[in-house]
């Protein structure tokens, strides 16, 4: 296996180089549109992401939502990992009991940390740090290179869509309110002066 180096280059979305022996690696992660996939490395590997969620949820209680849109903030917009990576990362840390589900007035599944979970944060503090200045550093990165404020805003907009979508509560008449506000909102971008 290759070992990571605490060096890292950022790009628009990160890069680094892992070495091991005489080897070396460099990596670019994808362009924009690649959103965490695709080509490149991944964001996180091993067990680098449940640390992330651990702290997240050791911050405040949060549903995977809050989670996904915390680290895209954390990024400036640069990396929002996919439901499908941060859900079942979520039911692992239920079954480590390092987290446990909180009831809830609504149907979303929060989760706060429990004491087992805060004593592995607690032992994995140095790496912990480590990954939650690499997320802050690659979206200072952003922020400084390309108005990550209006990308940022602009994944707001989409993941609240796509929520509002996936939960099927949407009636003919709902869905025309948010196309038209979309609408709206595209025709007033397009008169500024």
């Not at 290759?2 to 990160?14: A, D, N, Q, W």
């Not at 890069?15 to 670019?28: D, I, L, Q």
């Not at 067990?47 to 895209?72: C, N």
């Not at 990308?151 to 025309?176: I, P, Y």
Request: hydrophobic share 35%; proline share 3%; glycine share 12%.
């Amino acid at each position: 296996m290759f070992k990571h180096m605490h060096r890292h280059h950022c790009g628009p979305r990160g890069g680094g180089e892992w070495r091991r022996g005489p080897f070396t690696v460099s990596w670019e992660v994808g362009g924009d549109h690649d959103r965490g996939r695709g080509r490149g490395r991944r964001m996180f590997d091993g067990g680098e992401l449940r640390l992330v969620v651990l702290k997240l949820i050791a911050d405040e209680t949060r549903h995977g939502y809050e989670l996904i849109r915390a680290i895209e903030e954390l990024t400036g917009g640069a990396y929002a990992p996919s439901p499908g990576i941060v859900y079942p990362t979520l039911s692992l840390l239920d079954e480590m009991g390092l987290v446990a589900e909180q009831q809830s007035d609504d149907a979303k599944k929060r989760f706060a940390i429990t004491e087992a979970g805060q004593a592995h944060l607690a032992e994995n503090q140095a790496q912990v740090a480590a990954l939650i200045a690499r997320l802050t550093e690659l979206g200072a990165h952003r922020e400084r290179t390309d108005g990550a404020p209006i990308r940022r805003a602009m994944g707001n907009l989409r993941m609240a869509v796509q929520g509002r979508l996936g939960r099927g509560d949407l009636d003919d008449e709902k869905l025309h309110e948010v196309v038209a506000m979309i609408d709206e909102l595209a025709q007033k971008i397009e008169r500024l002066r």
